[in-house]
């Protein structure tokens, strides 16, 4: 990340856009506590067409660990608002993990989390980590991570500022995958309140994944219908977390399943191996996942 946005400072010269980040190369900068947060901006795009929507897409998720799917979704998601959605113009995109209030089987401490997160978008030019909702000490759902988003970009920043010198408002939306989309149509998943505050205020694009029914799900969702956007996955990629922890847990490689500096930060620090590192082991004071509250661990969205 910028080093006048996000507070990381580096040592010795500067990697190369595209070459392997370590974890050696940083100093260790994530804010301790809400009180040293500040909202990135300094990955935010230029609005190249003052007539396009500026759009900012939230990914929000366990990312225990971050995957390269992770990853891609948003550059799915770019190609799709270039081609079919022309209306739109993406002009930044966010990370935001959960905190470790989630209390999710195998979750990574928070610390652990944010750093493999920080790693992990080293290398891109638009994808930034957002601590906000991973710093809480109780559970955030995910309504109220996109309210988040909206005051920090429209109401704090703004706006976009076009080249006209005119403000637009920015459109946040939720990055997700299909699997996210299914249990929406779950009865006792999801609060009707979220539901309509997600999908009517801000909306979601979906990535579709192998053995998720989106159509189906969409019949249930008719009311947002003009608000959910599909895209379609060209080149199929299965890998989630969850298969990664489960590598991890067997010994096994997950060379190339997630950046090398990833995997090297998880070997240096036995990530998964036990128990020794999750959420659980790390706090005493969480709090309790609120029922039926919108947060879901679908397996690219939450894994």
């Given at each position: 990340m ?6 990381t ?12 980040i370590?974890d ?15 909202f ?8 190249n067409d003052?007539?396009?929507?500026p ?33 739109f ?11 470790d209030?989630?209390k ?10 944010l ?18 909702e991973c ?26 500022m ?8 920015i ?5 997700a995958?299909?699997?996210l ?7 006792g ?15 979601s694009m ?5 053995g998720?029914?989106v ?10 219908k ?10 199929q ?23 090398p500096a990833?995997v ?19 706090s ?9 509250s ?7 969205s939450?894994?």
């Amino acid at each position: 990340m910028d080093s006048t946005q996000s507070g990381t400072a580096r040592m010795g010269s500067p990697n190369v856009v595209g070459s392997p980040i370590t974890d050696g190369h940083i100093i260790p900068s994530l804010p301790a506590s809400l009180e040293d947060y500040t909202f990135p901006t300094g990955r935010l795009k230029t609005l190249n067409d003052s007539t396009k929507t500026p759009l900012v897409l939230m990914a929000c998720g366990s990312f225990s660990p971050i995957t390269f799917l992770h990853l891609r979704m948003f550059e799915m998601a770019q190609d799709y608002v270039r081609f079919s959605r022309t209306e739109f113009e993406i002009v930044g995109g966010y990370l935001s993990p959960v905190s470790d209030a989630y209390k999710k089987a195998g979750l990574a401490s928070a610390e652990h989390r944010l750093r493999m997160c920080e790693i992990a978008v080293e290398t891109s030019d638009w994808i930034m980590l957002d601590s906000f909702e991973c710093l809480q000490k109780e559970y955030t759902p995910t309504a109220q991570v996109l309210d988040h988003a909206d005051y920090e970009l429209n109401v704090v920043r703004g706006g976009f500022m076009t080249k006209e010198g005119k403000r637009k408002h920015i459109r946040i939306c939720l990055l997700a995958g299909a699997d996210l989309l299914e249990t929406m149509t779950t009865p006792g998943v999801w609060s009707p309140q979220d539901l309509d505050h997600i999908l009517g205020r801000y909306g979601s694009m979906i990535v579709e994944r192998a053995g998720s029914d989106v159509q189906k799900a969409l019949s249930s969702l008719t009311q947002w219908k003009d608000n959910i956007f599909v895209i379609p996955q060209l080149i199929q990629n299965d890998i989630s977390s969850t298969k990664l922890r489960l590598f991890l847990k067997r010994d096994m490689s997950v060379q190339y399943l997630t950046p090398p500096a990833v995997v090297e930060y998880i070997s240096r620090n036995r990530l998964y191996g036990d128990d020794s590192n999750t959420a659980a082991a790390s706090s005493s004071t969480h709090g309790k996942e609120k029922e039926g509250s919108g947060k879901i661990d679908a397996a690219v969205s939450r894994s």
